[in-house]
Nanobody, 129 residues
């Protein structure tokens, strides 16, 4: 099992930037499909960005061109660089590690919530206009 701890959440103005970090321990994330999810009150967690074991990244349409997911193999840390923030980016952001048998690491189709093995505790991002 991998223990995930997010940080970097904060309040920001629209147009600003934040960088979220997700530090892993207990097991390397490098062989995992890693995903950033976002959740707002009353809604299910939604996939925002993913990075597969081979480094391929995918993004939800509303964040394409603004968010960048990356990982530092040596530090076992996942990042989400968030630029040109918009109020609709507000939410709690979770990093997650998928099971090795997850069908897809492409956020358009997966991984589904049932395919996530490990979750971080979440970090709050609030963007004001």
């Amino acid at each position: 099992q991998v223990h995930l701890v997010e940080s970097g959440g904060d309040s920001a103005q629209a147009g600003g930037s934040l960088r979220l970090s997700c530090a892993a321990s207990g097991e390397s994330i490098n062989s995992r499909c890693m995903v950033w999810f976002r959740q707002t009150p009353g809604k299910e967690r939604e996939r925002v960005a993913s990075i597969a074991a081979d480094g391929i990244t995918t993004y939800e349409d509303s964040v394409k061109g603004r968010f960048t997911v990356s990982k530092d193999a040596a530090r076992d840390t996942l990042y989400l660089q968030m630029n040109n923030l918009k109020p609709e980016d507000t939410g709690t952001y979770y990093c997650a590690a998928a099971y090795s048998w997850a069908v897809s690491c492409n956020v358009v189709v997966g991984p589904r919530l049932t395919e996530i093995r490990d979750w971080g505790q979440g970090t709050q991002v609030t963007v004001s206009s």
